[in-house]
Nanobody
Framework: QVQLVESGGGLVQAGGSHRLSCAAS????????MGWFRQAPGKEREFVAA????????YYATSVEGRYTISRDNSKNTIYLQMNSLKPEDTAVYYC???????????????????WGQGTQVTVSS
């Protein structure tokens, strides 16, 4: 069973950059689409980005497209989220997640993901 651990959260100034990592345990990591979600105080968890199991397909929320880049290194069982041009409204707890089905098409809804990390806080100061 895959377990996920995020790292890299912190305090960043608006306009700055930051990178999150998510390390996965388990031998089947490379067969699953992986995603990043975030949840701000008082708001629902929302989709941020996803990368297909092959690494060849990525999807982004419109709010982060052009600023964020998701990637994966299957040899290291790790996915990354490079965040550039950060805004105060990007402040949230960021979660990585594993999609429910192996070799599946990229899905955007949280219900499609069955394994979640503990989350890492990203705070963007203005």
């Amino acid at each position: 069973q895959v377990q996920l651990v995020e790292s890299g959260g912190g305090l960043v100034q608006a306009g700055g950059s930051h990178r999150l990592s998510c390390a996965a345990s388990g031998r089947t990591f490379s067969t699953y689409t992986m995603g990043w979600f975030r949840q701000a105080p008082g708001k629902e968890r929302e989709f941020v980005a996803a990368v297909a199991w092959s690494g060849r397909v990525t999807y982004y929320a419109t709010s982060v497209e052009g600023r964020y880049t998701i990637s994966r290194d299957n040899s290291k069982n790790t996915i990354y989220l490079q965040m550039n041009s950060l805004k105060p409204e990007d402040t949230a707890v960021y979660y990585c997640a594993k999609q429910r089905r192996p070799f599946g098409d990229v899905r955007l809804g949280p219900i499609e993901y069955d394994t979640w990390g503990q989350g890492t806080q990203v705070t963007v100061s203005s």
